[in-house]
C-alpha cells in the first residue's frame, strides 16, 4: 500500500515537475548559478512569447540574486588590508580589464626630463 502511494506521488512529481538539468560551464561568469541559468530561460521564453511583464518580474528577482551572489563574494575579501585583491576581484564581477597601456621607452625619468627642459619658468 505504501509501495503504491510512492509509485503515485514520484509519477505525478515526475509529470508535473520534470527534472532538468542546466549545464554551468567555467565560460560563465562566476555570480551564474544552476538557479540563475534556469530563471534567465525562463525569462527569455516569457519575453519571446510577448508575457513581457511577467519577464520584467523575474529579471528583477534575477539581478536580486546576482547582487546577493556578488555580495557574498566579496564579503571574504578584507578591502581594509587587501585593496589590490579586492578591486582585482571588483573588476572581474563588473567585466572591466585594468588599462595599463605602457608606452615603449618612456618612464618617469624621461618624462622629468623633458618637462624640465620645456619648461618655460625663469629665475627672476
Not at 6 to 29: K, W
Not at 80 to 94: E, G, I, M, P
Request: hydrophobic share 35%; glycine share 4%.
Amino acid at each position: 500500500m505504501v509501495d503504491e502511494f510512492y509509485r503515485t506521488a514520484r509519477e505525478l512529481l515526475d509529470r508535473f515537475y520534470p527534472e532538468r538539468t542546466i549545464t554551468v560551464s567555467s565560460r560563465d561568469p562566476d555570480f551564474v548559478t544552476a538557479s540563475i541559468k534556469a530563471r534567465l530561460r525562463r525569462r527569455n521564453k516569457l519575453m519571446r512569447a510577448g508575457r513581457l511583464e511577467e519577464a520584467d518580474v523575474l529579471t528583477v528577482r534575477i539581478g536580486k540574486e546576482i547582487k546577493q551572489r556578488n555580495r557574498v563574494y566579496l564579503n571574504y575579501i578584507d578591502g581594509k588590508t587587501d585593496v589590490k585583491t579586492l578591486w582585482t576581484a571588483v573588476r572581474q564581477l563588473v567585466g572591466r580589464k585594468q588599462d595599463t597601456n605602457k608606452v615603449e621607452g618612456i618612464t618617469a625619468k624621461s618624462l622629468n626630463s623633458h618637462y624640465a627642459d620645456v619648461s618655460t619658468d625663469k629665475a627672476c
